[in-house]
């Protein structure tokens, strides 16, 4: 059974950073894709970023250049470092994995307040 849990959402003031974590469970880490959406207040679900199995990794225009993902197949997680963050970034974000034998697996969220 695979499972993804998220954690380091919170409250941070316009300008701060966080880092998120998403541990997954259940599967070969090494060969599947991972990565991360977001949902914010009214809105529609939407990607933010993704890792590749080959190690390239792909960003959504607004968020390039302050959000950086990483995959740490020793301890199966998958981190979103996000720096300089804006209140458009507030939301629920969510992780997610496609792996060989199926997908894609969502994790169940974690929120990211971005206010002053």
């Known amino acids: 059974q695979v499972q993804l849990v998220e954690s380091g959402g919170g409250l941070v003031q316009p300008g701060g950073s966080l880092r998120l974590s998403c541990e997954v469970s259940?599967?070969?880490?090494?060969?599947?894709?991972m990565g991360w959406y977001r949902q914010g207040p009214g809105k529609q679900r939407e990607w933010v970023a993704t890792?590749?199995?080959?190690?390239?990794?792909t960003y959504e225009d607004s968020v390039k250049g302050r959000f950086t993902i990483s995959r740490d197949n020793a301890n199966n997680t998958v981190h979103l470092q996000m720096n300089n963050l804006e209140p458009k970034d507030t939301g629920v974000y969510y992780c997610?994995?496609?792996?060989?034998?199926?997908?894609?697996?969502w994790g169940q969220g974690t929120q990211v307040t971005v206010s002053s």
């Open positions: 259940g599967i070969i880490f090494t060969r599947d894709v």
């Open positions: 997610y994995v496609i792996t060989p034998r199926g997908g894609p697996y």
């Open positions: 890792f590749h199995t080959g190690g390239t990794t």
